[in-house]
């Protein structure tokens, strides 16, 4: 189907109205999200952890959204996508306060593991209302163009926190966190009055069936997910993408950080260049031409574009600005990938366990993180961050064969689990 049969400018009313809503929840979630990018681990830093028990922090964050994910996707399917959201957004403002207080190890573990769960909580719970809505409204053709503009909007609003973030971590860099808190409070509000959902997810579940409703939609989905070779493949590529990178989003601020002995501001306008370099990216790959068949290909030449790129970062050692122009490209790369791999995700999936199998292909992603964190951690602090990112960038290339593998399937979308 070509991917020009229905566009944002050629949509009917409804469909525009559902885009602009499914726009403004992601915008919101994402500036409330961003107040911590940057100074997150100058924060941990200052409370006197090293960079294994920061990586520890941040895998217990990932360990439990890797047990929670499905079935809280599963409870977003069953009770309500927006039920779900708002009390994502709860639990992770009060983790946020946690962290606030927070002066010990334990209380880190903590706050990160009651942020786990209102992550998952959130996770897929947007896009599978903002996808089921556009479908059902007649929304047709592909959707990479959708993400790469929900890409460029979430960027946007982790850019404008993060700087907001910085300037206030300078006067303190525990406040911050109440910035945080404060920001999924209003997120919460926001999705209760712009996410409607029909009203098969109304407030008539009876608990006593609650659990067994869940655990089953966790059994089919988790079933549906092994049984779609493309969602297994594009799930197993994220896993690594996940540990390959996630040590590095705790690396970046410390190097910026130490290289400049500057104010903490400082991150903050760092992240804004390299947001700046994802949304450029994200708003490149949309002018080429759509295809399904294209998109192994290009994935593939920006995965080992990155990791030449990161590789080279930590190839440059101490020279900053070298190392910061390199990072701007990757960042470039990493932009123009996200649309692609989100499109080409939503597309294997129908029916109404989608945010479950989001869920699905998340739990992959933090079971790579966690593995990633830990193991990169320990090179980091026994051989240095540089040679961690030269670790990150060879071991980013072993998502090649998964997207190599896909290159005959021009669309394989996972069978219609309504009547699973």
């Known amino acids: ?51 294994f028990q920061m990586n520890s922090v941040l895998a217990t964050y990932f360990i439990v959204t890797f047990l929670t994910d499905v079935p809280t996707g599963a409870f977003a399917d069953a009770l309500g996508r927006r039920r779900s959201f708002i009390l994502g957004c709860v639990l992770r403002s009060s983790a946020f306060l946690v962290y606030f207080f927070a002066h010990h190890y334990l209380l880190f573990l903590l706050g990160e593991s009651i942020d786990g769960v209102g992550t998952t909580f959130c996770n897929g719970a947007i896009d599978a209302w903002g996808v089921d809505s556009l479908d059902n409204a007649g929304f047709a053709g592909l959707k990479d163009r959708l993400f790469s503009r929900i890409s460029q909007l979430t ?8 700087v907001i973030g910085a300037y206030v971590a300078d006067l303190n860099i525990s406040w911050p966190w109440l910035l945080g808190a404060a920001g999924y409070v209003g997120s919460a509000l926001m999705s209760a009055r712009l996410m409607d959902e029909p009203d098969r997810h109304g407030t008539r579940v009876e608990m006593s069936r609650l659990s067994a409703l869940v ?81 192994s290909t290009r994935l593939g030449m920006l995965i080992v574009a990155s990791a030449a790129m990161l590789f080279g970062a930590g190839a440059a050692g101490n020279r900053a600005y070298v190392v910061l122009t390199v990072l701007t490209v990757m960042n470039l790369c990493n932009g123009a990938m996200q ?82």
């Open 1 to 51: 189907m070509s991917a020009a049969a229905t566009t944002p400018q050629s949509a009917s009313p409804a469909i525009r109205g559902i885009i602009r809503r499914y726009y403004t929840v992601w915008l919101g979630y994402s500036f409330a999200n961003g107040f911590l990018f940057g100074v997150y681990p100058l924060f941990l830093r200052s409370r006197g952890l090293d960079q």
């Open 215 to 295: 655990s089953g939609r966790v059994s089919d989905g988790l079933r549906q997910g092994i049984a779609s070779r493309a969602l297994l493949l594009l799930s197993v590529a994220n896993a690594i993408f996940f540990a390959a990178w996630a040590p590095y989003w705790l690396q970046w601020p410390q190097y910026v950080n130490d290289s400049f002995h500057s104010h903490i501001w400082i991150v903050g306008w760092v992240f804004s260049l390299f947001t700046v370099a994802r949304m450029l990216g994200a708003e490149a790959i949309v002018h080429l031409p759509m295809d399904h068949g294209a998109r």
């Open 155 to 162: 960027n946007l609003g982790f850019m404008a926190s993060a």
């Open 339 to 420: 649309p692609l791999m989100q499109g080409w995700l939503n597309e294997q999936i129908r029916g109404d366990k989608r945010a479950t199998l989001l869920s699905f292909n998340s739990t992959f992603a933090t079971a790579g993180g966690s593995v990633g964190l830990l193991v990169n951690g320990t090179i980091a602090d026994a051989r240095g961050i540089a040679t961690a990112w030269q670790f990150s960038a060879i071991l980013s290339l072993a998502a090649l064969p998964c997207y190599w593998a896909l290159r005959a399937y021009a669309a394989e979308p996972a069978a219609d689990l309504t009547q699973a």
